[in-house]
């Protein structure tokens, strides 16, 4: 059983920043592509970056590129989401979520596991 903990969010001014952390347990996460998505109230859940299972490829949204980073500690199990210079429409639901396949996972359809999600509000 995998499970993935998310924690980090929270309330910030437009332009400051957040770090969001996704604990796994029950898995080696080095076999996991690791993805960070979003859903806003009144919108579907979308991916907003992600990062295969080394480390070595990871892909971004249009609409976060040069702002935020993904990346992942295998020792630790954990991967993170650096977000810089927020925006108010960045304000959403962040989950995490692991897929098996290991690669750089874009489509939501291909993750197997989720976290239960942290609120991150940015405020103008």
């Known amino acids: 059983q995998v499970q993935l903990v998310e924690s980090g969010g929270g309330l910030v001014q437009a332009g400051g920043s957040l770090r969001l952390s996704c604990a796994v347990s029950?898995?080696?996460?080095?076999?996991?592509?690791m993805g960070w998505f979003r859903q806003a109230p009144g919108k579907e859940r979308a991916i907003v970056a992600a990062?295969?299972?080394?480390?070595?490829?990871?892909y971004y949204v249009d609409s976060v590129k040069g702002r935020f980073t993904i990346s992942r500690d295998n020792a630790k199990n954990t991967a993170y989401l650096q977000m810089n210079s927020l925006k108010p429409e960045d304000t959403a639901v962040y989950y995490c979520?692991?897929?098996?396949?290991?690669?750089?996972?874009?489509?939501?359809?291909?993750?197997?596991?989720w976290g239960q999600g942290t609120q991150v509000t940015v405020s103008s």
């Open positions: 990062i295969s299972g080394s480390g070595g490829s990871t």
């Open positions: 029950g898995r080696t996460l080095s076999s996991y592509g």
């Open positions: 979520a692991a897929s098996s396949r290991g690669t750089r996972v874009v489509s939501t359809a291909l993750y197997d596991y």
